[in-house]
Each structure stands twice: as structure tokens, then as C-alpha cells.
């Protein structure tokens, strides 16, 4: 087994969180319901089916859950053309590659849109595994996608550092006993992400890799 860095990509590594936001916003409203979109920003990082209990609340008519998943994903993937990564993602994968750990992706995304959040971070070469929505039973905050992570990435969970975005993303890190480091480039405040549990906050990948050698990353490298 070796040492590995998991990164949540939304959010963490690409641009979309709030493109996430509106198109669950417009999804619910044509479906009559009316969440703001301050809420809605709050739960994502969850998936689609947590997502609308926490919404909607668990006792609500579940019939329209499969609809309005379709409606986010087609109301969503009008902006694919236009996603663009986060300030320093493809060098902070890069350098920590080069420094020696594993580089493994711990997405929930789907499979198409997960290929096409790969080109846009445009770092494949040094990607050891990622993972998909296909690969986890539960969604965050339950740990299972960064469990999958592992498994295919035979990374040590006692040498890993996870990174993402999302209050979800330090809690289902600590279920695994992972130190998470917490990035606001999602538009979570570090006091936020501070509170969950996240070991430190930077603003972005880029702010990352410039305090790499002073990072909970470092006790990584050979």
C-alpha cells in the first residue's frame, strides 16, 4: 500500500458548485418547490437522493425525485461547454504526483460528466484512480466514495490526506479517521469548514500549492 492525496473535484478542482446550485434551484421550482438558493448551495456535495431530504424533508412525495435529478442533470449539462478549472488545480495534482504520493480523484459524479471533469483539470497522466457515482452505495457525508477511492488506489487510509470543498466532504473524511483539508473555493467559509472538522483552509488549489511544504500534505512525501 502507498501514501495518497483524494480530491473531491467539484467545487475543489473545478468550477461548478454554484452551476450546481442554479440548476437544482430551477429543477425543484418547476416541480413547485421553492428552496432559496443559499440552502440549496449549503447541501451540495451530498447526493441527489440526500440532497432533497435535506431539502424537501424526508416525509415528502418521493415520486418526482427521479424527475427532478433528470431536470438538475439536463438544466446542468447546458454549461459543460463553458466549466473551467479552479485557480491551480492541475499544478497542485501535478506537484503532489511529482512529490511521491498517489493522486486519486473521489467524485460522485456520474461517469459521462466525470470523463469530461477530467479534461477540463487536464491532469490524467498523473491521476492514479478516480472514482464515479457508480462506485458508492451512499453519498457523502457517508464515507463510501472516498472507501472506494482507497480500494482502487491501494492507498493506505493511515497515509492519506483527503481535500475538498464541502462541510459533507470533512465529515465523511472523518469517518474515516482522514485528516481533511478544507478549500473555500466552494463557497463554504473556512469558519465553516474549520467547525466540521478540516485540519486547515486555503482559498483555492493554487493557494494550496503554495503552502504545500507547510501542508498536512507534506508528512506524505518521501
Do not use: N
Not at 5 to 34: K, M, N, S
Not at 49 to 61: I, V
Request: aromatic letters at 4%.
Amino acid at each position: 500500500m502507498r501514501s495518497g492525496v483524494l480530491f473531491d473535484v467539484d467545487g475543489t478542482l473545478v468550477d461548478t458548485t454554484y452551476l450546481h446550485t442554479v440548476a437544482w434551484w430551477e429543477a425543484l421550482r418547476q416541480r413547485g418547490a421553492d428552496v432559496p438558493m443559499a440552502k440549496i448551495h449549503r447541501a451540495i456535495g451530498m447526493g441527489s437522493d440526500k440532497l432533497l431530504d435535506h431539502l424537501l424533508g424526508p416525509d415528502r412525495d418521493r415520486d418526482q425525485d427521479e424527475e427532478a435529478s433528470t431536470a438538475h442533470d439536463v438544466l446542468y449539462g447546458a454549461w459543460w461547454e463553458r466549466l473551467r478549472p479552479l485557480p491551480g488545480a492541475s499544478e497542485l495534482l501535478r506537484t503532489v504526483a511529482g512529490r511521491g504520493p498517489a493522486v486519486v480523484l473521489a467524485s460522485s459524479a456520474k461517469e459521462p460528466e466525470l470523463k469530461l471533469l477530467r479534461q477540463v483539470i487536464d491532469a490524467d497522466d498523473v491521476i492514479t484512480a478516480a472514482t464515479s457515482s457508480s462506485d458508492a452505495e451512499q453519498s457523502k457525508p457517508a464515507p463510501d466514495i472516498l472507501q472506494a477511492a482507497l480500494d482502487q488506489s491501494d492507498v493506505d487510509p493511515r497515509a492519506a490526506v483527503f481535500v475538498g470543498d464541502s462541510v459533507w466532504d470533512v465529515q465523511a473524511a472523518a469517518r474515516l479517521d482522514i485528516p481533511c483539508i478544507g478549500l473555500a473555493c466552494g463557497g463554504t467559509s473556512a469558519g465553516e469548514l474549520t467547525e466540521a472538522g478540516a485540519v486547515a483552509v486555503y482559498d483555492d488549489p493554487a493557494a494550496l500549492l503554495a503552502a504545500l511544504d507547510d501542508s498536512a500534505i507534506s508528512s506524505l512525501f518521501a
